[in-house]
């Protein structure tokens, strides 16, 4: 072990000498205090801890004058007084909810994203936490999981793009109080590859799918300069994320050069027991210390016994140092030594700010995916017209909230009636009648009914409470849950035209809807300003440029699937037609192998016109950059956004390769009638792959690229890399 190196910080090399000078002062006992971090629960005397110095984080405390209080004791009655780090998930929004992340990666603006994690940054320093269990950037292609609602979706490129805006926001924002807040990229890796979509369950993939398809994004956090990592609950090819060399040593600090903290996940190490990976709690403080997880979350395993594995040799004191070093400089970054109280002054000034509630609306306006809208039956005109709002979801609160709700508050939530009864015409009539729980309970289908020929519209608000989502959440059957599915058939059959909107952690299975209801808005769990923001996007006041990031399937027997796939030796004509005729290929008797709604797909109320793709470079050199050009236009009445979006596919190669990648996109704005030339500019690089050495190569040979809408539509043309 080299000299123990500090960790790559905001601040300056005076900073690292201060960080050393205290390393060097501090018993075996209180470094190892440094690598301990607990919650309120923990079966400890918290405050006898602090004052011994045992003790260096705390987490899941959202009160300033609660945290202030430990701190005090940390700073003013122990031997260093060296300050608590206070983390905490406020992954996305502290008191002010923005939408899950899985609905913000739809907006595909990286832009946004950042602004809204700067915002997430603000209220959360302001009310004591420096550290922000997020972003989350595990990629998944498994609905069944419920912690896909907490991801940017499927896509290793998409994915990058949310992951450094993610850790740039949180990191660089400017905080009230001039308060910074470090990052804390998760859950390292490959956690949402879980098998059967269960929670904690295995993953085990090769090398290459693993680097080429999961690894990207926690790869773009640490180089957008993140401060910590926090390592996943699973196992990867047999051996436990959290305590695995590969990946903590090989590919983290010596590939990609992460020189942050690493912290374990809530007892991830203990539970290296329950892996049978240890058999005991010595054993498994040995396998994690060594393979370089620093710091144990609710764990007791460092916490009793590092020490003894110190003294024996078994760990040595320069690795302690090293995880302690890390620890003291993220601290000093933070500014916690000089200012390590939190002044609750700030917190009223900035919870739920004028300023962070408009951009949770646009954040909420900019996730919303329109999936259909057969006739322009979106948006409404409500002018003299009854509409009934039927379904559960009408009156939810906490459930548009997402399953990290942190401080988010029902009574400060709009519900989706209030936010109509607000925002639609006095000449207008609205009624509500609930028809059905969430799941279970009683269902007054009848009662529906007899709304939905009452109205002139019927609006359907179904779909699934914030609980059925999010860590150890995970479903076996994603259709509408209880009897919601009843309710919809029900009142569609009545006649009238029915807008089907859908609140959701996860893509949900809705065959049925697809065929039957002629408008299907995709609300997912919006955040505090979710049920404003759907009124506004109902009535047109906002007009929906979202786009899906992670594919809905037909059915649940069509998982995984993604369109980054590969092609097969056998693959079926995805022309469209069902490949039931189509003998011996790779395809379903029972099933499209097509998603229902593909990845990038989204549509708007104006209509988009792509035309005249150019490949400006038919032939580019290994260092080479590809251009290629479409032409958009807005073909309709009103303004909107569109995503444009960038494939390439490679014909043929060392390693088979997927049918499509996505390597770029762009929004555009234009009003009627506007037209805009985009350009891509696409470095060769890009296409290198994990080639049969196992190795990033950039090989020559013959690519399809598109232009299009989405991954199943667009203009293809073609280049080649030359030897
Ligand atoms: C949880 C989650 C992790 C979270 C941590 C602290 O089990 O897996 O995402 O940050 O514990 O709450």
Redesign the pocket.
């Given at each position: 072990m080299t000299n123990p190196r500090p960790t790559p910080t905001m601040t300056g090399p005076n900073e690292n000498d201060f960080c050393l000078a205290l390393l060097q002062r501090m018993t075996l006992e209180e470094k190892i205090g440094q690598m301990v971090q607990a919650?309120l629960h923990w079966n400890e005397d918290i405050e006898a801890l602090l004052r011994a110095g045992r003790l260096g984080s705390l987490?899941?405390i959202t009160d300033p004058e609660v945290i202030n209080r430990y701190q005090r004791i940390a700073v003013e009655e122990s031997r260093l007084g060296i300050p608590l780090i206070i983390?905490n998930?406020t992954?996305h929004g502290h008191r002010t909810i923005f939408p899950i992340p899985l609905a913000l990666s739809c907006a595909w603006d990286a832009g946004l994203v950042a602004r809204v994690a700067e915002a997430i940054a603000s209220e959360t320093a302001a009310a004591g936490t420096s550290w922000i269990?997020?972003p989350?950037v595990d990629i998944c292609r498994d609905p069944r999981w419920g912690r896909i609602a907490?991801g940017a979706g499927e896509d290793a490129f998409l994915g990058s793009e949310m992951a450094a805006a993610w850790v740039q926001g949180f990191q660089q924002g400017r905080v009230p109080g001039g308060r910074k807040v470090a990052a804390?990229v998760?859950?390292y890796g490959g956690y949402g590859g879980s098998e059967a979509g269960k929670d904690y369950n295995s993953v085990d993939m090769s090398d290459r799918r693993l680097r080429e398809e999961y690894l990207p994004p926690y790869k773009a956090a640490v180089r957008s300069g993140c401060l910590s990592l926090?390592t996943a609950?699973n196992d990867l090819n047999g051996i436990p994320a959290s305590a695995n060399p590969f990946l903590l040593q090989t590919v983290l600090r010596q590939e990609w050069g992460f020189d942050g903290l690493v912290v374990s996940?809530?007892d991830s190490i203990g539970e290296l027991i329950l892996h049978g990976f240890a058999n005991d709690h010595r054993e498994a403080a040995r396998k994690s210390a060594l393979a370089g997880v620093e710091m144990d979350?609710?764990g007791n395993a460092y916490h009793y016994h590092l020490a003894g594995l110190v003294e024996s040799g078994e760990v040595p004191m320069a690795l302690i140092d090293q995880a302690v070093l890390h620890i003291l400089c993220i601290k000093k970054d933070l500014g916690l030594f000089e200012d390590p109280y939190v002044d609750p002054a700030h917190l009223q000034d900035t919870l739920r700010h004028p300023g962070l509630l408009s951009l949770a609306l646009e954040a909420a306006e900019k996730s919303v995916v329109l999936l259909k809208n057969e006739d322009h039956l979106l948006p409404l005109q409500p002018e003299g017209k009854t509409i009934a709002l039927i379904g559960p979801l009408g009156e939810a609160r906490e459930d548009v909230l997402g399953s990290w709700r942190f401080d988010g508050r029902a009574d400060e939530t709009p519900t989706l009636l209030e936010s109509l009864r607000a925002a639609l015409p006095q000449s207008s009539q609205l009624t509500f009648t609930r028809g059905c729980e969430i799941e279970g309970g009683e269902a007054d289908i009848a009662a529906a009914v007899q709304a939905a020929s009452e109205a002139d519209i019927v609006l359907l608000a179904l779909g699934e409470s914030s609980a059925m989502s999010g860590?150890a959440h995970c479903r076996a059957h994603l259709g509408l849950p209880g009897h919601q599915q009843a309710l919809a058939e029900a009142v569609t059959a009545v006649g009238k035209p029915v807008i089907a909107i859908l609140f959701a952690g996860r893509p949900l299975v809705i065959p049925w809807l697809a065929g039957h209801v002629p408008a299907i808005l995709l609300a997912w769990q919006g955040g505090s300003l979710g049920a404003q923001a759907l009124a506004n996007i109902l009535l047109g006041k906002a007009n929906p440029s979202a786009k899906l990031t992670a594919s809905f399937p037909r059915a649940e027997g069509q998982i995984p699937v993604f369109y980054a796939h590969k092609s097969t030796g056998r693959p079926f004509d995805s022309s469209g037609t069902l490949q039931f005729n189509q003998a011996h290929k790779s395809g379903y008797l029972d099933e499209s192998n097509l998603p229902l709604y593909p990845f990038g797909y989204g549509l708007s109320y104006t209509r988009f016109e792509y035309t005249d793709l150019a490949v400006e470079t038919p032939e580019i050199a290994p260092d080479g950059t590809l251009v290629v050009s479409a032409r958009i236009a807005n073909r309709g009445s009103v303004f909107g956004e569109e995503i444009v979006q960038c494939y390439v596919r490679d014909l043929f190669a060392s390693v088979t390769r997927p049918v499509k990648q996505l390597k770029a996109y762009q929004k555009v704005a234009l009003q009627p009638d506007e037209e805009i030339r985009l350009t891509f500019r696409i470095p060769a690089a890009s296409l290198a792959f994990y080639g049969i050495e196992m190795q990033p190569v950039v090989e020559p040979g013959g690519f399809h690229v598109w232009i299009g809408p989405n991954s199943q539509e667009g203009m293809q043309g073609e280049f080649a890399i030359r030897a």
């Open positions: 919650d987490f899941t983390g998930d992954i269990f997020g989350m907490e804390c998760k859950h926090m609950f996940d809530y979350m609710m860590e």
